[in-house]
């Protein structure tokens, strides 16, 4: 006799790529690093990245995290984070005497000489981005004479701009894709001339991972992405999944969060998490889902990554003379 159709294994759609970004990768290490090469403690300004599991073993190794520089003992080893700061928390530190290591993802350091750039040609910058959020503070940091938020398409119609001829859009780096893309064509009507960006300012690893999400969302009675609820990237994943016709969506930090209710009617779960997500907490979730009956797990992959950064010049250069001292002890 043939199963049953309610006997069937239930089915996990994995999304490929997920988790860490090259970005992400090489600010958690370059935190990992200075804690080898200085000792503990390592002073980190805001959350070296937006994910709690990342903050807290970290912790546990010996950094010591802060909002602002004056948290930060004199003399001291300050990382400032993968999201980017303004040019006035660089002088800060200066002025502290703290040796100041950036882990700031080139991606939005690119953004960051994007937006000097056309300040320095007189244009009005309009920054696509949340308020509040980290990476715009940076950025707008840049140049806060020239730049105006855009916090969505809702935001379109209160801009205003001095010349409507020198107009260029920049982003946030971890935005929907889509959505920006809408808020983009609102500004366009209101300002023709608008220009855009030199290249993509959402970065790849947003889109890849908001990509791989809309190929599975449809087959899925439920997506749950791991990631925290302040990582910008996470969250959109939930909407696009969601955009994109999966049943529900749900961002959770841990497997444990998962409710059985999410489940209940469920036969295909899709899979996928943030880029700041270590793997461990997806094979968490996976592990809980096995557990449920969902034992037949696909990997999707729709493009493969190769991309990585190398670490912080500032760090690389003390890791040398370390290494030079220790040859020559
Ligand atoms: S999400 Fe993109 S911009 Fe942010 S750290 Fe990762 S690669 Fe860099």
Not at 54 to 76: H, K, M, W, Y
Not at 164 to 170: I, M
């Amino acid at each position: 006799m043939g199963a049953m159709p309610n006997e069937r294994a239930k089915r996990v759609l994995l999304a490929k790529p997920r988790g860490y970004c090259a970005g992400v990768d090489r600010a958690v290490e370059t935190v990992e690093k200075a804690l080898e090469l200085y000792g503990p403690p390592v002073y980190v300004r805001k959350q070296i990245v937006h994910n709690i599991h990342v903050v807290r073993t970290l912790e546990q190794g010996g950094a010591i995290f802060v909002d602002e520089n004056d948290e930060v003992p004199a003399g001291s080893i300050v990382v400032f984070s993968a999201h980017g700061v303004a040019p006035e928390v660089h002088r800060q530190a200066e002025q502290r005497d703290l040796k100041a290591i950036d882990a700031t993802c080139p991606l939005v350091t690119k953004v960051h000489a994007e937006a000097r750039r056309f300040a320095a040609d007189d244009y009005d910058i309009l920054l696509i981005g949340h308020e509040g959020h980290e990476e715009v503070i940076g950025t707008t940091g840049e140049a806060p004479d020239h730049i105006t938020l855009v916090d969505g398409v809702d935001d379109v119609a209160n801009v205003k701009v001095r010349n409507p001829e020198k107009v260029v859009w920049l982003s946030q780096t971890t935005l929907s894709v889509d959505e920006t893309m809408e808020t983009v064509a609102a500004l366009s009507d209101r300002f023709p001339s608008l220009q855009a960006p030199p290249s993509d300012d959402i970065c790849y690893a947003t889109q890849n991972r908001q990509q791989v999400v809309k190929e599975i969302a449809a087959e899925c009675d439920v997506v749950i992405v791991v990631g925290s609820t302040n990582s910008s990237n996470s969250v959109r994943l939930v909407e696009v999944a969601l955009q994109a016709g999966a049943r529900a969506g749900h961002l959770v930090d841990y497997a444990h969060e998962i409710e059985d209710a999410w489940l209940a009617d469920a036969s295909t779960v899709g899979v996928t998490s943030g880029a700041s997500v270590p793997e461990e907490l997806v094979q968490g979730v996976l592990d809980h889902l096995a557990g449920h009956g969902f034992t037949d797990l696909t990997e999707i992959t729709s493009v493969k990554e190769k991309l990585t950064f190398s670490l912080p010049r500032e760090l690389v250069l003390d890791m040398r003379a370390a290494e030079k001292a220790k040859a020559e002890a």
